[in-house]
């Protein structure tokens, strides 16, 4: 059955791409037989005239039961609705409304429930006195209940879209819209608040913050039973909101002060879990992804890898190997038994290629056939838009989605799900193994090649000079702000 | 540091031939009681190397577990609630784990295990 999802108007790539990961969360796609998991995906449908952006969208779901659970646990779908009508003036509204099958619609009115109307105008805030007015004006509908604005038993909306007038730097409206429906569910907001990183006991300079946390985690389709990997897991931002979906933990950091110490005994990453009554992760362990670990036939143990690698520009990544040792500025030495216990191995920078490969590596070993790994992927930006980009890519995986969040003007970070579609076999396993050699050899190459940071950070003479240009021809409306929300 | 964790890791030094499992050198071990998630016991099952397990246990003081487990054990609730206190319950706070080819010791402190290699075992 088609119904109407309306979207929070905010990182416009990640709405859609949740609602297909929890689709696939609760089962819409049926049971996991193996085969044709990957082409699962759902029927969108947009109203008439609107754009791509817009947040009104329909969508095709088998059920109720489906639309309430993905609603209800989103965190981006303001909510979704059994639509009850629509049309591009109030006459047609009516009209549509009324020839609605009253099978539907009686349920919901009858005598012993509790209802509201909530009116929302999107793109324009309209008084308390119109809203009053609108709701008096769908007296056509015989609704029997008593009104309850506090906890109704049946919330409905009368939605608007209009183009009106002002520039707003919302999506373009060609002609008016007008909806009618019955909430069916909806996002829980309060979660933000709840989880937001200003409250947080432990932060650190690359926290992730809870509204994308929850996003990485229903990408990665966390829900108890399930056991989920951060290999650079840091004050354990991104693994909270697994923890929230119940989801078992685990995590790794080369840093131990960040993954052992903390700030101190009660400020660390086990305090963040206990700040909100979370389960603690199954483990902690200083690692280096580089060289994990992890004992030879291990496999497929992960349900989900969920991770912000280090992109070299606000943190830089490190790997084991002494600095100098791979420029080839010092020969290669032992470490005297007696200095060996307190010994400090030196790290090396690594390189985001390197660093992107090592984790396709690891979760191509370690993640379970059908497992997801969800992780954020920095690009540059060549004006306003993001070229037509070559992502990661391994044999064991399929791309199914990539939302890009814009962060400056000259970069922006993609978040990109895969699926493991393939195991990992011998030759898989060699040619990683020849690529890592390979790194280790051309370690100074790598570390200039690719270089977010200066690309990032580097004194904006181009930039400057462009900008002078626009501001003596500034144009009257700003156009449309396209993703920058 | 729990034993499904020291279940999971090896001594992966430059010319080790094998390094699973590590030898553990206990000064402390502490119980900490964790909710049992059937569904992920179950799951998590076939994964476990059972002898280095129940060895492992034994070094934490632990001897309930039996010397082998097949799937079929998994239906057993007394057998779940061993499994699941000796992989999850048990930590080892403070103490060590030893390559059993070279003797390289890997602290564990705070419950953290320190797996990174130094520059010479790269």
């Known amino acids: 059955m088609w119904y109407l999802c309306v979207f929070y108007h905010r990182l416009l790539d990640y709405r859609k791409a949740e609602v297909e990961s929890l689709a696939e969360l609760f089962g819409?796609?049926?049971?996991?037989?193996?085969?044709?998991?990957?082409?699962?995906?759902l029927e969108w449908r947009l109203p008439q005239h609107h754009h791509p952006d817009s947040p009104f969208h329909f969508v095709n779901l088998p059920s109720e039961d489906f639309a309430r659970d993905?609603?209800?646990?989103?965190?981006?779908?303001?909510?979704?609705?059994?639509?009850?009508?629509?049309?591009?003036?109030?006459?047609e509204?009516?009209?549509?409304?009324?020839?609605?099958?009253?099978?539907?619609?009686?349920?919901?009115?009858?005598?012993?429930?509790?209802?509201?109307?909530?009116?929302?105008?999107?793109?324009k805030v309209i008084s308390f006195q119109e809203q009053n007015d609108r709701i008096k004006g769908l007296a056509y509908i015989p609704f029997k209940g008593r009104a309850n604005l506090r906890n109704p038993d049946h919330n409905f909306w009368l939605m608007e879209t209009d183009d009106y007038g002002t520039n707003n730097g919302l999506p373009p409206v060609v002609q008016r819209r007008i909806f009618f429906g019955r909430e069916v569910g909806g996002a829980d907001r309060k979660l933000l608040p709840t989880y937001q990183l200003k409250s947080r006991t432990y932060l650190g300079p690359t926290a992730m913050d809870a509204e994308m946390a929850f996003l990485m985690a229903n990408q990665a389709l966390?829900?108890?039973g399930k056991l989920v990997y951060d290999p650079f897991v840091g004050t354990g931002s991104i693994l909270i909101a697994a923890a929230h979906f119940g989801a078992m933990t685990m995590g790794a950091d080369i840093d131990i002060r960040v993954v052992r110490d903390g700030r101190g005994p009660d400020c660390n990453v086990w305090s963040n879990f206990k700040q909100y009554g979370l389960p603690m992760p199954v483990a902690l362990l200083r690692a280096d992804n580089n060289l994990p670990p992890w004992r030879p036939g291990l496999k497929e143990i992960f349900d989900a890898i969920i991770c912000d690698p280090p992109y070299g520009v606000r943190a830089g990544g490190r790997k084991s190997g002494g600095r100098k040792l791979l420029?080839?500025?010092?020969?290669?030495?032992?470490?005297?038994?007696?200095?060996?216990?307190?010994?400090?191995?030196?790290?090396?920078?690594?390189?985001?290629?390197?660093?992107?490969?090592?984790l396709l590596d690891l979760a191509a070993r370690m993640i379970v056939l059908g497992g997801r790994l969800v992780f954020f992927y920095p690009v540059l930006r060549e004006d306003d838009y993001v070229e037509d980009h070559h992502y990661p890519e391994h044999p064991c995986f399929k791309l199914i989605a990539a939302s890009e969040q814009i962060l400056s003007s000259r970069y922006s970070r993609v978040l990109l799900t895969m699926v493991k579609i393939g195991p990992y076999t011998e030759e898989i396993a060699e040619a990683a193994q020849l690529k890592h050699i390979e790194f280790r050899e051309n370690h100074l190459k790598w570390l200039e090649d690719g270089n977010l940071h200066s690309a990032v950070?580097?004194?904006?003479?181009?930039?400057?000079?462009?900008?002078?240009?626009?501001?003596?021809?500034r144009e009257p409306k700003p156009k449309y702000r396209g993703k920058y929300v | 540091m729990r034993l499904l964790t020291h279940n999971m890791l090896s001594s992966n030094i430059k010319g080790v031939a094998n390094g699973?499992?590590?030898?553990?050198?206990?000064?402390?071990?502490?119980?900490?009681?964790?909710?049992?998630?059937?569904?992920?016991?179950?799951?998590?099952?076939?994964?476990?190397?059972?002898?280095?397990?129940?060895?492992?246990?034994?070094?934490?003081?632990?001897?309930?577990?039996?010397?082998?487990?097949?799937?079929?054990?998994?239906?057993?609730d007394d057998f779940l609630d061993k499994f699941h206190h000796a992989l999850l319950e048990l930590h080892l706070e403070e103490g060590a784990l030893i390559c059993p080819e070279t003797g390289r010791r890997f602290p564990v402190n705070k419950g953290i295990p320190n797996m990174l290699l130094h520059e010479d075992e790269v």
């Open chain 2, 20 to 76: 699973f499992p590590l030898r553990i050198e206990v000064e402390k071990v502490v119980e900490k009681k964790v909710d049992l998630n059937a569904g992920f016991l179950r799951n998590i099952f076939p994964k476990i190397e059972w002898k280095a397990f129940a060895e492992a246990a034994r070094t934490l003081g632990y001897a309930e577990l039996p010397e082998d487990a097949d799937s079929s054990f998994l239906d057993s």
């Open chain 1, 28 to 41: 819409v796609f049926g049971d996991d037989d193996g085969d044709n998991k990957e082409s699962s995906s």
């Open chain 1, 327 to 358: 420029k080839g500025t010092v020969d290669p030495y032992t470490v005297p038994d007696d200095k060996r216990t307190d010994h400090i191995p030196s790290t090396a920078a690594y390189s985001l290629v390197e660093c992107v490969h090592d």
């Open chain 1, 457 to 473: 950070f580097s004194p904006a003479d181009s930039q400057i000079a462009a900008a002078g240009d626009s501001s003596l021809s």
């Open chain 1, 222 to 224: 966390a829900t108890p």
């Open chain 1, 93 to 123: 509204l009516e009209e549509s409304i009324r020839c609605y099958p009253d099978e539907r619609k009686l349920p919901y009115l009858d005598s012993g429930s509790t209802f509201k109307i909530t009116v929302d105008c999107f793109g």
């Open chain 1, 70 to 91: 993905i609603a209800n646990r989103s965190i981006l779908v303001k909510g979704i609705y059994e639509l009850w009508g629509e049309g591009s003036s109030y006459e």
